[in-house]
């Protein structure tokens, strides 16, 4: 089992961050693509990514995910290329749908409607495979017509493509032209434009099983991921959050004191999952976990292959 931190706070300091997940042993480390939240503001994808990746030296780096909706499928390729070489090919190329309305709106672009984001988004995952595989593009499709006849500098190896599918839609056009899935376990409580937290709180965990289910079916080795939004704590703020999920629902063992989230992360191999995105509400949650996820006592665990899924 792998666990990647993700970085979605503006008051921490990238570079010094994540030269903290690595030592702490940290498989990966990521950005979000948010302008702000009802919460707060984001750094910028890009510039964060970058000041990851200088400041570390073998922790792999990515972004959790680039919105399709901000970025034109050739800029996120020729950023992520120039990342790859950044990073010394530790790169990993994380592409999103994009899926909150507000501030596309209050910046003056369309939210559009959930099939118009699937079906861009699908064109994009094309556009993105083609130039990282062959550098050059021919593409005509029904939201984009792109023809590129040379990108990079390439690196000798490309990053690998990474992609969060959560519809029947997206994972049959989508799942073979990714080397990572991560399974978008919240899509059913986003696609709406918003997150609903009340609806978070009740997912049940056969939802997670059905995606991954429908995600084996067209691919059965594609290596999976699950974002896991989480409070850790055992404090009264987060009992007071805790309080609005249910403790048998997906996200529910996520939010309480660290030996319970691990716990609940580590379960996550029963359901075939390899990696564990941890995005957290609190930023002091990544140093609560990491001695229930790393260290001597727990590295045979971590050796441990991922189960099948039932």
């Known amino acids: 089992m792998e666990f990647s931190a993700n970085l979605m706070s503006p008051t921490l300091a990238p570079g010094p961050w994540a030269a903290e997940r690595e030592a702490e042993g940290w498989d990966v ?10 919460t707060r503001p984001y750094p910028h994808v890009w510039v964060t990514a970058t000041a990851l990746a200088t400041a570390t030296r073998t922790i792999r780096v990515g972004t959790a995910f680039a919105n399709n909706l901000f970025r034109h499928p050739v800029e996120f390729v020729q950023a992520s290329l120039a990342l790859q ?13 994009g899926w909150a309305q507000l501030e596309m709106e209050q910046t003056g672009r369309p939210f559009p409607p959930p099939g118009e984001r699937a079906g861009r988004y699908l064109e994009a995952l094309r556009i993105a495979r ?45 799942v073979g032209l990714l ?4 399974v978008k ?74 030996a319970q989230v691990a716990e609940a ?3 996550l191999a029963e359901l075939g999952v390899d990696r564990v995105q941890v995005s ?23 050796a441990t292959p991922a189960a099948s899924p039932a």
């Open 29 to 38: 480390v990521t950005v979000a693509d948010h302008l702000w939240t009802s």
């Open 85 to 97: 070489s950044v990073s010394g090919g530790r790169f990993e190329a994380g592409l999103g749908a």
């Open 130 to 174: 083609e130039l990282f595989d062959h550098g050059e593009v021919d593409f005509v499709g029904r939201w984009y017509e792109v023809h590129v006849p040379r990108i990079g500098p390439r690196p000798a190896v490309p990053p690998p493509l990474v992609g969060s599918l959560g519809g029947p839609r997206t994972i049959r056009g989508g």
């Open 179 to 182: 080397d990572r899935v991560e």
């Open 185 to 258: 376990v919240a899509s059913a409580v986003t696609s709406g434009g918003g997150l609903d937290l009340a609806a978070l709180g009740r997912l049940p965990v056969s939802h997670a099983r059905r995606l991954i289910a429908e995600i084996r079916a067209e691919r059965a080795d594609v290596p999976l991921s699950v974002f896991a939004l989480c409070r850790v704590g055992d404090d009264e703020a987060t009992r007071a959050f805790a309080a609005g999920f249910e403790r048998d629902s997906f996200y529910g063992p996520f939010m309480g004191p660290a």
């Open 265 to 267: 992360m580590w379960g």
């Open 280 to 302: 957290p509400f609190n930023d002091d949650a990544y140093a609560h976990l990491a001695p229930h996820l790393f260290g001597t006592e727990v590295s045979r665990r971590r």
